[in-house]
């Protein structure tokens, strides 16, 4: 019995000075384990909202109305860079499909017609900002329902030396003198193949925009190096372009090409509008869109009245069918502050607005309601779109102000406008139908 008993407690005494090796190891394990499971719930819940944090802000980058658009990204873009490598970064980011859009269905108020065809809303981007057909679906998804690209001159051409883009910001406005900078007809042509969709059905309301409510526009403009009286240039361009377009803009207006406004002339001007509808009558109805396109004539805000009448004129004699009102001005208001102001080439923005406005008007009064007017010049809100409704315009373009103010430019002015119309009551074609009847032309 002694030697079991002495036995038991040399097991005892071995069992203790085992046990506090054994039992810290074992603890160890536990709080190793515990450890990397802890690290790993942190890593699981930083992805988690690392994720949920990109995809909001994805979702708040992709809508134009975000304030980091105007408020943000725009004014770093304009101060950071110079005019024009600004305006260039901006088309490239349209163009790659990263741009914003607008998420907005537009109201029913806002419907426009377009020589008998409906657009979603009145609110187009003028030419000038996609010169070579880069970006056009990245701009409709912005929620213009037209755009007009170039303008776009027949051979390649540099445009003048740079600098030749400056801001104006004290006025809310922009000097350029770029002078047509173009890629060419058969560059820009490529571009509009390759939208045409593989399998593309035409149907009644199809448009070359490819997008319902929406159109698509191209600002023809001259090679510097053709004879200054030739209208060959726009001749071609009616050609080349005809059947990839619903609207052709004849440009004759801007400032910045040697003796091209000398074409407002009424001997030249109705040489040239002869010519271009010749050849517009003469061309094949689209395999795009099975109609031909209208031609619109682009005129400067710097005519004097007298050839303002004498336009108009022309335009009832002629098979033109709309008109856009106007161009950059070359004249500098008194009103302008900035240092800026001097540089040469043609001023657009809020300055431009109430010259734009006395030309439409004054052009308005000279032909007949079946003549759309287009109004551009200084529109950058509501208020300023229904000015120019009231002054007889059936459709607006903006350019400076988009640049100001960035993509939610677009919807911004939408939803100020409709609210205007929803307070009176009315639609904007219910505006514009009386304005035109009440202003335009009637045959004595």
């Not at 065809?117 to 970006?135: I, T, W, Y």
């Amino acid at each position: 019995m002694a030697t079991i008993h002495l036995r038991t407690i040399s097991f005892r005494h071995a069992l203790r000075k085992q046990a506090p090796h054994r039992l810290p190891v074992f603890a160890r394990n536990l709080t190793t384990a515990a450890s990397s499971s802890q690290s790993s719930a942190r890593t699981a819940v930083y992805a988690t909202v690392f994720a949920a944090s990109v995809g909001l802000f994805a979702v708040y980058y992709y809508d134009a109305r975000s304030a980091i658009h105007r408020y943000v990204l725009t004014p770093v873009l304009r101060r950071t860079f110079d005019a024009e490598t600004g305006h260039k970064i901006a088309v490239k980011v349209l163009q790659s499909g990263l741009g914003p859009r607008d998420p907005v269905q537009d109201d029913e108020r806002l419907r426009s017609e377009f020589w008998g065809h409906e657009l979603s809303n009145p609110v187009g981007l003028a030419a000038g900002f996609d010169k070579d057909g880069e970006a056009i679906d990245g701009i409709l998804n912005l929620g213009f329902s037209w755009v007009e690209i170039g303008s776009v001159t027949p051979k390649p051409q540099p445009g003048n030396p740079k600098p030749r883009v400056f801001h104006l910001p004290d006025d809310a406005a922009l000097i350029n003198r770029y002078g047509f900078p173009s890629q060419g007809a058969a560059s820009v042509i490529s571009r509009l193949r390759a939208r045409i969709p593989k399998f593309h059905e035409t149907k009644e309301d199809t448009t070359a925009a490819f997008k319902p409510g929406s159109v698509l526009a191209i600002n023809l403009g001259k090679n510097k190096s053709s004879p200054v009286e030739s209208p060959d240039d726009f001749v071609t361009g009616v050609k080349t372009f005809g059947p990839y377009a619903d609207v052709l803009v004849v440009n004759v207006s801007s400032p910045n090409t040697p003796g091209l406004r000398g074409l407002q002339n009424r001997e030249l001007l109705e040489d040239l509008l002869t010519s271009v509808t010749k050849a517009r009558d003469e061309l094949e109805p689209s395999p795009i869109t099975a109609r031909r396109p209208r031609l619109v004539l682009k005129i400067a805000p710097d005519l004097e009245e007298s050839q303002i009448v004498d336009i108009a004129d022309l335009i009832r004699q002629s098979n033109i069918d709309g008109v856009i009102v106007s161009n950059t001005t070359i004249s500098r208001p008194a009103s302008l502050t900035d240092p800026n102001k001097s540089e040469m080439g043609g001023l657009s923005g809020a300055p431009l607005k109430p010259r734009a406005l006395q030309v439409l008007k004054t052009l308005r009064a000279h032909v007949p309601a079946s003549i759309p007017l287009i109004g551009c010049g200084g529109i950058s809100t509501g208020a300023d779109a229904l000015d120019y409704a009231r002054a007889g315009a059936s459709l607006i373009q903006v350019y400076t102000g988009f640049g100001y103010d960035g993509v939610g430019t677009c919807r911004r002015i939408k939803d100020e406008l409709e609210a205007l119309l929803r307070a009176e009551n009315t639609t904007w074609k219910a505006v514009v139908d009386e304005s035109v009847r009440k202003l335009s032309w009637t045959k004595p």
